[in-house]
C-alpha cells in the first residue's frame, strides 16, 4: 500500500479545497475529489465550456473569493506568483499542482523533461524506448493523460515520465530522479515576470540533489548550470560523456549508435532529441532493441508532420513551433526551398533572430495572425538583396489559399507558427488540425 498518498487521501477529505483552472489536467481530478465527497470550490477566470452541473460545486469567476482554504490545486495557467495565491500561502494554504502530487507521492521511479523545445518529443521517446525494453510505463505531464486518479495503482518497478513546463515546475517541491533540460531560451516572457524567472522555473527540475540531470551542452544556459547530481550531457556539437552528434550519426563512447538516414524523423533538432533520451536512460535498456523502437518511430502530430503532397508540393504542419528557435530548427530540417506560413498570438518574444533563417531557406513568406507586424518587420531590416516575396492574410483558410497558388513543384510548405496559438485557436493541437483540414480539401 502506498501510505504517503493514503495519508494525502485522508487529508483530502477533511480539507477545504480550491480547483483553479478545470483544464485537461484538472477535471480528472474534479471527478476523484467528487467521488471522495470533498468539500471543493471551483475558481475559473473564464467562462466554462462544458456542463459541470453533476458535481453540484460553487464557482467563482476570478479569484476574489480565493479565501480560508487548506489545499488549492492550481492549473499550470494561474501560476503560483500571483497576488491572490500568495496572500492563501501566507494564511498557510498548500498550494499545489495535479503533476506535482504525482512527483511526490508515486513509488514509482519519475523521469521528467522539460526545456524550450524538443522536450514533447523528447519525452515521447523515452516513454517508447522504455516500453520497447518490458517496462511498464505512465505518460503524464503537458502530453498523455492526467496521473493524479493512477498513483494508486502504480508500482516500484513501473516509471513515470513526465513533460513539465515551467508553469508546473514553478513551485514543485519535489524533483523527478532522472531530470532531462533539452535547452532553454526565451519563451513565455508573455507570462513570466522575466527570463530569469522562467529560467528559475526550468531549473526547479532538479532542486533534490539526488539523482541525474541531462543537459545539452551546446545551450549557453544549460552549459552553465551546476549540480551535485550526476550530470550526463549531449551535444551536436562535441564529444561528451552520453550522446552526441558526429558526422550527422548518432554516437556514444566513441562507437557509431545510429547512422541517422535510417530514422524517419529528420532535423538536426530531432537527433539531439534522440541524444537526451538516450543519454537519460541507457544504463537501464538495450541499446540494440532501443535503437530498433527509435528507428521506426515516425514523429510526433504537429511536429514537421507531413500531411499530403499536391502537384509536387509537400505540406507539413510544425503547428507546435510557438517560438522562433522551434521554427528555426524546423527550417533547417529541409534542404528544399520553403514556403513558411507563421504567425500567431504574441508572447513578447524577440523574432530578430528569424530573420536571417527565414532570408536563407524561404522562397515565400505568408504571415497572419498578431505576430505578423513583428515578423514582417524583422525580416524586412535585415533584408537586402534576397528575392523573398512576403504575403499578409488575415484567416488560415486564406493562408493556405495563398501558399497553394505560389508554391511550386519540389518547394516544402511549412505550417511553423513562430508564435502561439491564442489569438484564433484554442491550442496549437486544434490550429494544426484545422491546417490539415485545409490542405486536404485542397
Not at 492549473?75 to 500561502?89: F, K, T, W
Not at 532535423?267 to 537501464?284: F, T
Not at 530578430?352 to 504571415?367: D, M, R, Y
Not at 501558399?403 to 484564433?424: G, R, T, W
Request: glycine content about 6%.
Amino acid at each position: 500500500m502506498n501510505k504517503k498518498f493514503q495519508e494525502f487521501k485522508e487529508k483530502l477529505t477533511t480539507s477545504k479545497i480550491a480547483i483553479i483552472g478545470l483544464g485537461v489536467s484538472n477535471l480528472p481530478l474534479l471527478e476523484y475529489l467528487y467521488n471522495l465527497s470533498c468539500d471543493v470550490t471551483i475558481f475559473q477566470d473564464n467562462k466554462l465550456e462544458i456542463d459541470i452541473s453533476k458535481y453540484n460545486y460553487p464557482i467563482h469567476y476570478g479569484l476574489k473569493e480565493l479565501k480560508g482554504f487548506d489545499i488549492i490545486f492550481r492549473s499550470p495557467g494561474c501560476l503560483p506568483s500571483r497576488e491572490e495565491l500568495q496572500e492563501e500561502i501566507s494564511r498557510g494554504a498548500y498550494v499545489t499542482t495535479e503533476v506535482a502530487e504525482v512527483v511526490r507521492l508515486t513509488p514509482s521511479k519519475v523521469i521528467g523533461i522539460t526545456g524550450s523545445d524538443g522536450k514533447t518529443t523528447t519525452t515521447t521517446l523515452i516513454n517508447l524506448v522504455l516500453k520497447a525494453n518490458g517496462y511498464n510505463t505512465y505518460l503524464g505531464g503537458n502530453i498523455g493523460t492526467p496521473l493524479f486518479t493512477q498513483i494508486e495503482n502504480m508500482k516500484e518497478d513501473d516509471i513515470v515520465v513526465l513533460e513539465l513546463s515551467s508553469f508546473q515546475l514553478m513551485d514543485m517541491k519535489t524533483s523527478p530522479e532522472i531530470a532531462v533540460i533539452t535547452n532553454i531560451s526565451p519563451n513565455h516572457l508573455d507570462k513570466h515576470k522575466d527570463y530569469e524567472e522562467y529560467i528559475k522555473a526550468k531549473e526547479n527540475i532538479f532542486r533534490n540533489n539526488d539523482g541525474i540531470l541531462v543537459l545539452n551542452y551546446d545551450n549557453e544556459v544549460t552549459n552553465k548550470i551546476t549540480s551535485s547530481r550526476e550530470i550526463r550531457y549531449f551535444s551536436k556539437e562535441t564529444t561528451t560523456n552520453a550522446f552526441y552528434i558526429h558526422e550527422n550519426n548518432i554516437y556514444f563512447q566513441g562507437k557509431l549508435i545510429i547512422d541517422t538516414s535510417q530514422l524517419q524523423i529528420k532535423g538536426l533538432h530531432n537527433y539531439e532529441n534522440i541524444c537526451a533520451c538516450l543519454s537519460a536512460i541507457y544504463d537501464m535498456i538495450d541499446l540494440d532493441t532501443s535503437v530498433k523502437a527509435i528507428t521506426d518511430f515516425k514523429g510526433v502530430e504537429h511536429r514537421i508532420e507531413f500531411v499530403r503532397e499536391i502537384n509536387g508540393v509537400k505540406w507539413y504542419n510544425d503547428s507546435v513551433s510557438s517560438s522562433p528557435t522551434r521554427t528555426i530548427a524546423g527550417l533547417n530540417s529541409f534542404k528544399e526551398k520553403i514556403v513558411l506560413i507563421a504567425g500567431g498570438y504574441d508572447k513578447n518574444l524577440d523574432y530578430t533572430p528569424l530573420a536571417e533563417p527565414i532570408l536563407k531557406k524561404v522562397s515565400k513568406l505568408i504571415l497572419f495572425g498578431n505576430t505578423k507586424d513583428k515578423i514582417y518587420q524583422a525580416v524586412i531590416n535585415k533584408k537586402k538583396e534576397e528575392s523573398l516575396d512576403i504575403y499578409i492574410c488575415n484567416t488560415l483558410e486564406e493562408v493556405v489559399s495563398i501558399a497553394h497558388q505560389v508554391s511550386i513543384p519540389k518547394e516544402i510548405v511549412l505550417f511553423s507558427p513562430a508564435s502561439a496559438s491564442f489569438d484564433m485557436f484554442k491550442n496549437f493541437a486544434d490550429r494544426g488540425k484545422q491546417f490539415k483540414d485545409l490542405v486536404n480539401k485542397l
